[in-house]
């Protein structure tokens, strides 16, 4: 009698998982990844999307909606690069300051831990300089 409560009890797991998996599946199909889409006409195509499903837009609206959402996404892209840049110089004056303060042996450290900080940010597709005239 118990193993078949055993045996039971791992079908029902099992069926559950499956049942997880489908489910997850469906609503990730259904409403599309919020995070995932890295490229920039994917990021409009999904935003486009949703608003079309929301919004219940005309043909003549989605043609209006659509220039806007592109020329917004220009603007944000354009922001992001300024605050990108003025965030990699704030970091680059950052390492060079502390550079000043360390020993030769410090400072072969502190380039190994810059490399790592760039590598790092190089795979996940941004950009990291070191500091002017190192």
Do not use: Y
Not at 70 to 78: L, N, T, V
Request: charged residues 30%; proline residues 5%; without cysteine.
């Amino acid at each position: 009698m118990k193993r078949w409560k055993i045996i039971t009890a791992i079908v029902l797991v099992f069926i559950l998982g499956v049942l997880t998996g489908v489910v997850g599946t469906g609503m990730v199909l259904k409403h599309g990844p919020p995070f995932g889409v890295r490229d920039p006409e994917g990021r409009k195509a999904f935003i486009m999307k949703r608003l079309e499903r929301k919004l219940d837009l005309t043909a003549e609206q989605k043609v209006r909606v659509a220039a806007i959402v592109d020329r917004r996404h220009q603007k944000a892209r354009e922001q992001f690069r300024r605050h990108r840049q003025s965030l990699q110089t704030f970091m680059a004056q950052s390492f060079a300051e502390i550079r000043k303060e360390l020993t030769p042996a410090q400072q072969i450290k502190l380039d190994a831990f810059q490399a790592e900080l760039e590598e790092r940010f190089r795979k996940r597709g941004r950009r990291f300089h070191p500091p002017p005239g190192h």
